[in-house]
């Protein structure tokens, strides 16, 4: 078992940044991968970054170039820095967690980008 527990979340303008934390409530060395999710209203949640425990990450189109996925083993925890935040990148973002072949999810961070 995993629990995961997101926070970071909040409203900001455009082009502004935010950094979402995700603490697992074990070890997460042996997790192969860690990831962030969002889901906007009315939209399929989508993948928006992924990291495996051999350091690859993987960043979806939208979001290249403007968040970085990171994590800190030693305090069980996934970062999720988003830089030059757009309207569009407004959801709840979800953290996931796969682990011996079984996801984990937390109960999800809204962010809004508004003026």
């Known amino acids: 078992q995993v629990q995961l527990v997101e926070s970071g979340g909040g409203l900001v303008q455009p082009g502004g940044s935010l950094r979402l934390s995700c603490a697992a409530s074990?070890?997460?060395?042996?997790?192969?991968?860690m990831g962030w999710y969002r889901q906007a209203p009315g939209k399929e949640r989508e993948l928006v970054a992924r990291?495996?425990?051999?350091?690859?990450?993987y960043y979806a189109d939208s979001v290249k170039g403007r968040f970085t996925i990171s994590r800190d083993n030693a305090k069980n925890t996934v970062y999720l820095q988003m830089n030059s935040l757009k309207f569009e990148d407004t959801a709840v973002y979800y953290c996931?967690?796969?682990?011996?072949?079984?996801?984990?999810w937390g109960q999800g961070t809204q962010v809004t980008v508004s003026s």
């Open positions: 996931y967690a796969n682990r011996l072949a079984v996801p984990y």
């Open positions: 074990r070890d997460i060395f042996s997790i192969i991968y």
């Open positions: 990291s495996t425990s051999a350091g690859s990450t």
